[in-house]
């Protein structure tokens, strides 16, 4: 376990994060209301040190939804999310908030129709920290989480099934690991973290069930529970926070993975993206 | 052996240690537990059909196969459709020779609702044009109203000289505002009755359906019953659920006598609706029988981009019927192809509807 000391180390690491986080920039006040919800949580539950991360990503999606039709389509990913991160407990637990949305435009392999894909999140986590048992600098944290997540793909080409909702509930794993060093004179924490949800609640329709029917007020069937056998979700994140003037800098990689079978659908879909962040 | 207790230093170097040990072997765990998953993940169930034509005329068969819903109904032994059609096929095909092979193939299935979709021609069965088209919309124009009538939310209406209202509606494509349907219905409630034509229109939203339905029911009604597929197999489909109409709240109502006017032209979602509408006490359906598609159409893909439509949701009457063929007229009548000037249809719906005005007790 962490020495007295060895914790001092760390939280000393996020208290240089959390001087930057508590002088809000005029651009970032316009974020006020939304980070209202990110922060609170976090803060005001105890008295602790922390930051607040404002993220874009962009770069590839690949999406399959049998639903909509049987071939993969992919390209583009871009997502914009906050993430809350604090301190509590004398260092040895970390919470962690998220809110975030992600965006696909993908195209069928043929060129000649597109998908749009819109999903939303928010995810909490509360994790154990360790730091310095394997190495001085490394530090380590595990514990549970919760995630919310929904959205919509839309295939404008298709009939009566142009478009399949989707969401999900989970409880789970979350797990994170950093490593403190420095870039010449200046502080980087190099970071892994992944989310894992475990098990919980999804919607899906049945096979070729229509919205209309839906609609029309047949739920049977809509709620499925989810767990490793038939749903498998995942989310890694590998990448450097670096002190850019009074703000810190995030530069990194998310792969997302969410998987699911039920009714005799399939999804499954994977996005590789660069991170860019700003502390707030 | 001779065992000594252990001094401060010592067992703190041997707590590092095992703590050391014990994270080693929790994060080697982690990662191998990580590993698993992303290779499990990695073996999901993708499309296999190859890119060639063999490729692309397996993958239609095959979404045919496991998601159209009428093989049973209809006595169609897809496995010998395949094996029919199949021996046709190569790779050395060219694009148009494949599409004319696939869309006879599905022409096996006497389906409306079932196209191939590419980007030189759409595969059709389309029943309406093997019957009499039974419509003409400049005889009506020009010698029932006169090219005098309006015209709003796709619906054309007008009390003709018989004092009968005459509200004809090309496509359930076009939406149908409440506002503009109370205007519509106000305006044609001086009539003795209403003729509703809905002759070769060929279908559209089944939510506009709805809308106009609940213009002439006095109370929650029975509209049928809807079924979807629940699997790959022939036979996986959902229990029968039955849906309903309410009359439409803070709106007008017309309770008057009505006549519904179809040909085989009335088709998909027009089927629906006259379906619903025979099943009303006031309503009389005259004409043809409709063309039918009661199967709600989805839509699928092959790998080559051509698009399938296919019926995958039955949807029946009011007494669990499908409806797929189409819905019988209660007054079956044709028109007279050499007798440009009248509409023999509209003639006998006018007839109808007079002599029910003059003795209310007839039935229908």
């Known amino acids: 376990m962490a020495s007295p000391q060895e914790i001092s180390t760390m939280h000393s690491e996020f208290s240089e994060f959390s001087e930057f986080s508590e002088r809000s920039q005029p651009l970032a006040r316009l974020m006020a209301l939304l980070l209202v919800l990110v922060t609170s949580l976090a803060a005001g539950a105890q008295e602790g040190t922390g930051r607040s991360m404002l993220m874009v990503d962009a770069g590839y999606a690949s999406v399959h939804d049998s639903y909509l039709t049987p071939i993969t389509y992919d390209g583009l990913d871009l997502g914009l999310s906050i993430e809350a991160t604090r301190w509590t407990g004398s260092g040895r637990w970390l919470w962690q908030l998220g809110v975030g949305a992600d965006y696909n435009h993908v195209e069928n392999p043929s060129g000649n129709n597109d998908m749009h894909r819109l999903m939303g999140d928010v995810a909490f986590n509360m994790q154990r920290g360790w730091q310095g048992v394997i190495h001085p600098r490394l530090g380590l944290s595990v514990g549970p989480m919760t995630q919310v997540r929904a959205g919509i793909v839309?295939?404008?080409v298709n009939s009566n099934n142009p478009v399949t909702v989707r969401a999900?509930?989970?409880?789970?794993?979350a797990g994170m690991a950093w490593f403190n060093t420095r870039l010449g004179r200046?502080?980087?924490?190099?970071?892994?973290?992944?989310q894992l949800p475990v098990a919980g609640v999804f919607f899906a329709p049945e096979y070729d069930e229509s919205y209309y029917e839906i609609y029309l007020g047949n739920r049977r069937g809509l709620a499925h529970v989810g767990?490793?056998?038939?749903?498998?979700?995942?989310?890694?994140?590998?990448?450097?926070?670096?002190?850019?003037?009074?703000?810190?800098?995030?530069?990194?990689?998310?792969?997302?993975?969410?998987?699911?079978?039920?009714?005799?659908?399939?999804?499954?879909?994977?996005?590789?993206?660069?991170?860019?962040?700003?502390?707030? | 052996m001779l065992l000594s207790r252990p001094d401060q230093t010592s067992r703190t170097a041997i707590n590092n240690l095992s703590n050391r040990l014990f994270f080693n072997n929790v994060v080697q765990r982690c990662l191998s537990c990580l590993i698993m998953c992303i290779a499990l993940v990695g073996c999901a169930e993708q499309d296999d059909f190859g890119h060639d034509q063999v490729g692309n005329f397996?993958?239609?068969?095959?979404?045919?196969?496991?998601?159209?819903?009428?093989?049973?109904?209809?006595?169609?032994?897809?496995?010998?459709?395949?094996?029919?059609?199949?021996?046709?096929?190569?790779?050395?095909?060219?694009?148009?020779?494949?599409?004319?092979?696939?869309?006879?193939?599905?022409?096996?299935?006497?389906?409306?609702?079932?196209?191939?979709?590419?980007?030189?021609?759409?595969?059709?069965?389309?029943?309406?044009?093997?019957?009499?088209?039974?419509?003409?919309?400049?005889?009506?124009?020009?010698?029932?109203?006169?090219?005098?009538?309006?015209?709003?939310?796709?619906?054309k209406y007008q009390i003709l000289t018989s004092n009968i209202g005459y509200l004809r509606y090309d496509s359930f494509a076009s939406g149908i505002g409440e506002g503009n349907l109370d205007l519509i219905l106000s305006y044609l409630s001086t009539a003795d009755g209403l003729i509703i034509d809905v002759r070769s229109n060929g279908g559209g939203l089944l939510t506009n359906v709805e809308t106009l339905v609940a213009r002439f029911i006095p109370g929650?009604?029975?509209?049928?019953?809807?079924?979807?597929?629940?699997?790959?197999?022939?036979?996986?489909?959902?229990?029968?659920?039955?849906?309903?109409?309410?009359?439409?709240?803070?709106?007008?109502?017309?309770?008057k006598p009505v006549v519904v006017l179809a040909n085989r032209g009335s088709y998909s979602a027009t089927n629906n609706?006259?379906?619903?509408?025979?099943?009303?006490?006031?309503?009389t359906v005259v004409g043809d029988t409709t063309g039918g598609g009661c199967g709600l159409p989805f839509t699928s893909e092959l790998p080559n981009g051509w698009r399938v439509r296919f019926s995958s949701c039955p949807i029946m009457d009011a007494e669990g019927r499908l409806t797929e063929f189409g819905v019988p007229p209660d007054?079956?009548?044709?028109?007279?192809?050499?007798?440009?000037?009248r509409d023999a249809i509209l003639d006998a719906a006018i007839a109808l509807l007079t002599s029910r005005h003059l003795n209310p007790t007839t039935s229908r």
């Open chain 1, 154 to 156: 839309y295939n404008a």
């Open chain 1, 168 to 173: 999900h509930w989970s409880l789970g794993a």
């Open chain 1, 186 to 194: 200046k502080p980087v924490t190099l970071r892994y973290q992944v």
């Open chain 1, 227 to 280: 767990w490793w056998g038939n749903r498998l979700d995942m989310t890694h994140y590998l990448g450097a926070d670096l002190r850019l003037g009074r703000r810190l800098l995030r530069l990194g990689y998310r792969a997302r993975i969410e998987h699911w079978t039920a009714s005799h659908l399939h999804v499954h879909d994977v996005s590789h993206a660069l991170v860019l962040g700003l502390s707030l």
């Open chain 2, 58 to 155: 397996e993958a239609l068969w095959t979404i045919m196969d496991e998601h159209y819903s009428f093989f049973d109904y209809k006595q169609v032994n897809w496995d010998e459709v395949h094996d029919l059609y199949r021996r046709r096929v190569s790779n050395e095909m060219t694009d148009r020779e494949l599409f004319d092979l696939c869309g006879d193939m599905l022409k096996q299935l006497r389906d409306g609702h079932t196209n191939l979709i590419a980007s030189h021609d759409v595969s059709r069965y389309w029943i309406w044009e093997q019957h009499p088209v039974n419509y003409d919309e400049r005889i009506i124009d020009q010698n029932y109203l006169n090219f005098d009538y309006k015209r709003v939310s796709g619906i």
């Open chain 2, 220 to 255: 929650r009604t029975l509209a049928g019953y809807i079924r979807h597929k629940t699997g790959p197999g022939h036979d996986d489909l959902s229990e029968p659920y039955a849906y309903y109409f309410e009359p439409a709240k803070n709106h007008i109502h017309y309770l």
């Open chain 2, 273 to 283: 609706f006259v379906s619903i509408m025979r099943g009303l006490d006031q309503v």
């Open chain 2, 331 to 341: 007054v079956r009548i044709d028109m007279d192809e050499h007798d440009r000037s």
